[in-house]
């Protein structure tokens, strides 16, 4: 919450006792200073950045001519893994660096997908290579070749 109050008052400690707010719990008018407390002698953050609920710090990175998208993320995963962050620390990857963790999760399925494409239905290939009935190609091979 910002405040702002008139330029005389903003060096006073004593103005959060002069600012009052409704208490959600009783109803009552209670001194900002009950929650509150006046502070100069340190800087603080006008704003914090967050993503979702939670407090976020943004490291960019870029590549280095010729590097490969893969191994600087496992190199960042690589550090992340040795300095031992705490539990309560969570990293994510954003843009393409996302999207490339994304599809290498998803990709033994699409390979399974496609194998198991072509293992149910092997002989669609085949049938795609033969020339149709009433073509010239089919009456040279005959019926022998029809079948091969």
């Known amino acids: 919450m910002i405040l702002e109050v008139s330029p005389s008052l903003q060096t006073d400690p004593s103005t959060l006792n002069k600012i009052?707010?409704?208490?959600?719990?009783?109803?009552?008018?209670v001194p900002l200073s009950t929650f509150a407390r006046f502070d100069t002698?340190?800087?603080?953050?006008?704003s914090i950045n967050h993503q979702g609920q939670f407090p976020a710090v943004t490291l960019s990175f870029n590549l280095?001519?010729?590097?490969?998208?893969?191994?600087?993320?496992?190199a960042i995963n690589?550090?992340?893994?040795?300095?031992?962050?705490?539990a309560s620390m969570n990293g994510t990857f954003q843009g393409?660096?996302?999207?490339?963790?994304?599809?290498?999760?998803?990709?033994?399925?699409l390979i399974l997908a496609a194998l198991g494409g072509r293992v149910h239905h092997p002989g669609n290939a085949l049938r795609e290579l033969h020339p149709p009935a009433d073509h010239s190609l089919h009456a040279a091979l005959g019926r022998g070749g029809r079948r091969c």
């Open 78 to 86: 690589k550090v992340t893994a040795d300095i031992r962050m705490p």
């Open 96 to 109: 393409t660096a996302q999207a490339f963790e994304s599809s290498l999760k998803s990709e033994p399925y």
């Open 64 to 74: 280095a001519p010729g590097a490969a998208l893969g191994d600087a993320v496992d």
């Open 41 to 46: 002698h340190h800087v603080s953050y006008l």
């Open 20 to 29: 009052y707010v409704k208490s959600p719990i009783t109803n009552q008018q």
